[in-house]
Each structure stands twice: as C-alpha cells, then as structure tokens.
C-alpha cells in the first residue's frame, strides 16, 4: 500500500514539473547548411568560482527617483560582468531516405544505409565573470554534455575559446575559465540576506540579444521540488527571464551577484512572471570546489538511499500528523544509514537538531555536511521517534 501510495505522488507531482524550462536556447544545422536560430529550449547549467570584487567599481545601490527606482548605474556597471556563452556540439549519423518525414511517420527512424553526415547543434546562454582573470560562472545545462568547443562573447566584442573547469549536473552550476586578464567582474553578494519584495535586476541573453536588463523583485525563495536539478533551493522573482537568460546574473540594487538565472515556468516556452535563480551563496560553494578539486564534495549517509517527499497519504499511512519530515523510501544495506539503524520506510524529521520540513531541506543538509563527521538524525518510525548517529561520508559520483 505505502509503495503504490509513494508512486502516485510522484506522478502527480510530475504535472507541474511538465510546465517548467530551463532557460537555454538551442538551434542546430545539418551537413553544414545554415538554418535560423530556433527559441527551441534546452536545459542550461549553472556554475560559480571564486572572485575578486568588480575591478574599477564597487557596488553602487540604485538611487530613487520621482518615478521609482533608477538602475541606471547599477546596470551600466554590472552588464560589464555578463558575457554570451555558444556551445558546438558535432554528432556524426548516416543519411538515409527514412529521414524524409513521409517514410518516418511510417517506418519509424530507420538508419539503413547512407554515408556519415555531421550534424551541428548549438546551446545559446550567458555566463557571469567572477574574476579579472577570467572565471565564468553558468549553468550547466548552457554546456551540455561532450560540448566540443565553447565560445564566450565578451562585453568588449572580444570572442574567446573557454576550457569547462568543472560541472555539477546537481545544481546546474558549470564553472568556465578563459584566458584574459583585467576583465570586469560582478562582486559575490550574500544571497541569504535577500528579502521577498526586494528589487533585482535579471541580466543576461534572450534570444541572443546581448546584455538585456531586466527588472523585478524576489517574489519567493527557497523553492525546490521544481524538478530543475537534484539539489535545489532557488530564489523565485518576476523579473523576466526568457531563453538564453541561461547562466545569466541575477542582481541586487547594490549591484551584487546574488543568483544565477536559471529557468522558469511556463506553459507557452516564454516569460510568464515566474523565473528561478541558484542563490549565490549555493552557487560560489560549488564554484569553489570546482576550482579546488574539479569537483563537488558533498556529504551523504552512505550507499544509495533514495529520499522522496512525503505526502499526506503516506503520513496518514504511517500514523503521522503532518506531512513536516523526509521518507526514506530506498536504500542499500552496504550504506552508513543502513548500518547505524535507519530503515526504508522511517522519515527522517531532524538533522543535527534542525527540524526537516521536507526532502529538499534534508538533501541541502546533507550535502553542506562536512565529510568525516557524524550526523545526529531523528526518524519517525511507528508512531515514536528514535535518534541515530550516522557517519558522514563522500556523496558516491555514481548516484
């Protein structure tokens, strides 16, 4: 009962995801004949380094002006730091006369015979610099998978081959370096600081209309359970984001970094007043560790142990009150958690003396827990709670 009960939250839950886009552009040519650019979207990723302070300029706050707000110094400083991204990725397929649509919608996609042909995609997105000597910071859907060359546009017309550092499919952070020095940087802001009803500008982008500035406010954060990456906790504004807004900055009136646009939802491909952005604070921790270990080192309880959301039917099946808490849903007996006494079925409802509303808050704790220590990890387990202490250890790559 508990199992089909888990199943069709999930399915439910995959209603809304089907609305959300990450906000990439993608358009590709075949045998080497131009074709426009498409708004087809395309996932994007995101990556942050570590940075030194905007280089010439600190961060100016936006003045008030009998109209509103004025930006104009904020965004005159901060597009400086906001560069194009265009990745090339070459796939090699045979021809054959089943690519005509006709025999395709009767015969399927055949690949008979036929010589090789090289097809040509392109993902369009826009990155943010966080250092003078040349660090980006983007998604890491911009990048893609077996990218072959990637280009990045600077704000001075100059266009430069980037070598990718490191990617963290986890929270579509992708980190890339190219070689220059003295560029324009946008500063680190403290994204934990950021309050709902704020203003922030969204640069970056939209369908290849370099360094478009947008304005809104911070409508929400925290959001996760969008289905966007594995480890989500976003900041949610209006300010609109649209495809290849991608990797682009989200920008505080100080005019600091403090999240990197990333996706929205929509039920049209376009900007509907809800976009999402990696908080800066998660995005420079992954930065850094990109640049220190090519990598991301995040704590886990061991083996694999699959962590769902817990609805309110499964709560009512397993005698609880509320549905605050993290099901344990799956794991392996080779895993910490399996060894210090946690069990499939039980919901894990504090971390370390932090009560754990839900599944997205425990996979954060987890993960910002330092490898080598213990976890003190409370379930819920048939009608009582009981308290473990579980080792932390490195999160396994092949999960």
């Known amino acids: ?39 087809a979207l395309r996932p994007v990723a995101t990556a942050t380094a570590p940075s030194a302070e905007p280089q010439g300029a600190a961060p100016a706050a936006a003045q008030l002006s009998a109209g509103g707000p004025d930006f104009t110094r904020v965004a005159g400083l901060a597009i ?38 090289t097809q040509r995609s392109y993902s369009l ?26 280009k990045v546009s600077l704000p001075d017309k100059r266009e430069l081959v980037a070598k990718v550092i490191g990617t963290d499919p986890a929270t579509d952070i992708a980190l890339l370096k190219i070689e220059a020095k003295g560029l324009q940087t946008i500063a680190w802001g403290d994204s934990s ?22 304005a809104g406010i ?22 609109a984001i649209n495809p290849g807004n991608s990797g682009g900055a989200l920008v505080s009136t100080r005019g600091e970094l403090i999240g990197i646009n ?26 850094d560790d990109l640049m220190k270990y090519g990598d991301v080192r995040r704590g886990s309880i061991g083996g694999i142990v699959t962590i769902e959301t817990l609805s309110s039917q499964v709560a009512e099946e397993l005698g609880m009150s509320n549905t605050n808490g993290a099901l344990i849903a ?8 399996y060894n210090a006494g946690i069990r499939p079925g039980d919901v894990i409802v504090g971390f370390n003396g932090q009560p754990i509303q839900d599944r997205s808050q425990l996979i954060r704790a987890m993960g910002d827990s330092k ?29």
């Open 1 to 39: 009962m508990l199992r089909r009960l888990i199943v069709a939250s999930s399915l439910i839950g995959a209603g809304f995801v089907g609305g959300l886009v990450l906000t990439g552009a993608m358009h590709s040519t075949s045998d080497s004949i131009a074709a426009p650019p498409s708004a």
């Open 80 to 117: 400086k730091g906001v560069a194009n991204i265009s990745s090339l990725q070459v796939v090699q397929r045979r021809s054959s006369p089943f690519d005509d649509p006709f025999f395709s919608y009767f015969f399927g996609n055949q690949d008979l015979y036929g010589a090789p042909r």
């Open 125 to 150: 997105g826009s990155g943010v610099i966080v250092s003078p000597d040349g660090y980006i910071v983007t998604n890491n859907h911009v990048v893609g998978e077996n990218m072959q060359e990637i």
């Open 193 to 214: 600081k950021l309050q709902v009803g704020e203003w922030v500008l969204a640069i970056g982008s939209p369908f290849q209309l370099s360094r478009t500035v947008t």
């Open 218 to 239: 911070v409508s929400a954060t925290g959001r996760a359970d969008l289905g966007f990456a594995d480890y989500e906790d976003f900041i949610q504004t209006d300010a």
């Open 262 to 287: 990333t996706g929205i939802f929509s039920q049209s491909g376009g900007y509907q007043g809800i976009g999402f952005a990696v908080p800066s604070n998660l995005a420079r921790h992954v930065a």
């Open 330 to 337: 799956r794991m392996t007996r080779n895993s910490e958690a």
């Open 371 to 399: 490898i080598g220590t213990t976890a003190a990890i409370k379930i819920f387990r048939q009608g009582r709670t009981m308290e473990f202490r579980v080792p932390i250890v490195a999160e396994s790559r092949s999960r």
